[in-house]
């Protein structure tokens, strides 16, 4: 039977979109798709970045080429950065700590380097060291640049966007607890309350205005809002449809189908525009073999599902390759893929 379902347009995508995300359950093959959408941006004369968050260093390995933690340079037009979450959480806490010594009294110092070593290994470190450079460089990097792509997981990082800030003013509430003008800190920490910006977050902070802060707290003010501005900003950024696109990447099986269609239901709900679907490593119909003749029966059941659950989303089938897909040229000739549309059954 025939279903008109809509097909994912990537070069639209590519031509009027300056963030693009690509995500899924690991092994899908977002890594290349991302790598793919890179490559064929650079060829139409877009200024691309594709930024990945894997720790595997997974983006490397596609290009066979080392990229590292500076922005590397892959083709013309075309450029890679590989973030590593451990350097990232290292330069993140140095940060912090630098801003913190401006406000923490001699008698505070002890307990500052404590927390900081603590936080080096504490739970969600890495999430939100990544979170900052991820919203730096939506914020600034992607101002030398036609289309920036990232290669990660971001569902979980953009619905914690909301939070982050939060989480900033109570650690820093924690940390100076004993301060003696906690009176005035605390002034500072309403005017970042849930109550006031966080609770809408596309809403502006700086329309909250630092009164009746002495000279030190609106320092203490000043250092805090300026990351929630950042996170402001960022958030503002994704959740524009006009401007950020998230595509998923899945295979024609049950547990992919399954998380993805959890994804789609979590970024909907906080208004982070998803572009499609594209459903990867899609077994011809013509195979050869009892045995793949009865996977392409069960594919066929995975793909009309997909059709009904995700019947609001372009999609764009992909067709399971020969061999591997690594290098430059082996990445190009997969993204010649991403032009062409089939009739889907």
């Known amino acids: 039977m025939l279903m008109a379902d809509k097909t994912l347009d990537i070069d639209a995508l590519i031509h009027h979109r300056k963030f693009l995300m690509v995500g899924g359950k690991g092994g899908v093959g977002k890594t290349t798709t991302a790598a793919a959408i890179a490559c064929r941006a650079a060829e139409a004369g877009r200024r691309a970045l594709l930024v990945s968050t894997d720790p595997a260093h997974s983006l490397g390995d596609a290009f066979a080429k080392t990229i590292g933690n500076a922005v590397t340079c892959m083709a013309g037009n075309l450029y890679a950065l590989e973030l590593d979450p451990d350097e990232e959480v290292e330069r993140y806490l140095d940060k912090v700590s630098a801003q913190m010594r401006r406000f923490a009294g001699p008698d505070q110092f002890k307990e500052l380097e404590k927390q900081l070593r603590l936080s080096r290994q504490s739970p969600g470190a890495q999430e939100a060291a990544l979170l900052e450079r991820l919203s730096q460089i939506i914020d600034e ?53 849930p109550g006031k910006d966080l609770d809408s977050p596309l809403q502006d902070p700086t329309r909250h205005a630092n009164q009746d802060l002495d000279p030190r707290s609106q320092q203490i003010a000043d250092t805090l809002l300026a990351r929630q501005r950042l996170f402001h900003r960022a958030r503002r950024q994704l959740s524009d449809p006009d401007t950020t696109g998230f595509i998923f990447v899945m295979t024609p099986e049950k547990l992919p189908i399954l998380e ?72 190009r000739v997969f993204s010649e893929m991403l032009a062409k549309t089939e009739t889907r059954k």
Do not use: C
């Not at 045995?291 to 992909?318: C, G, M, N, Y």
């Open 260 to 331: 993805t269609r959890r994804a789609v239901d979590s970024l909907k709900a906080s208004g982070i525009p998803v572009s499609g679907i594209i459903i990867n490593r899609v077994l011809p119909d013509n195979v050869d073999g009892a045995f793949f003749a009865a996977r392409v029966i069960t594919q066929q059941r995975h793909l009309d599902e997909i059709s009904t659950l995700f019947s609001t989303l372009p999609t764009l089938r992909i067709p399971l390759q020969e061999d591997d897909v690594q290098g430059i040229q082996a990445i």
């Open 141 to 193: 990097t992607s101002q030398d640049y036609d289309l920036v792509i990232f290669d990660t997981a971001p569902t979980g990082h953009t619905l914690r966007l909301l939070s982050l800030p939060e989480v900033m003013a109570a650690w820093t509430s924690g940390l100076l607890k004993h301060n003696h003008k906690a009176q005035q800190l605390g002034k500072v920490l309403d005017h970042l309350s």
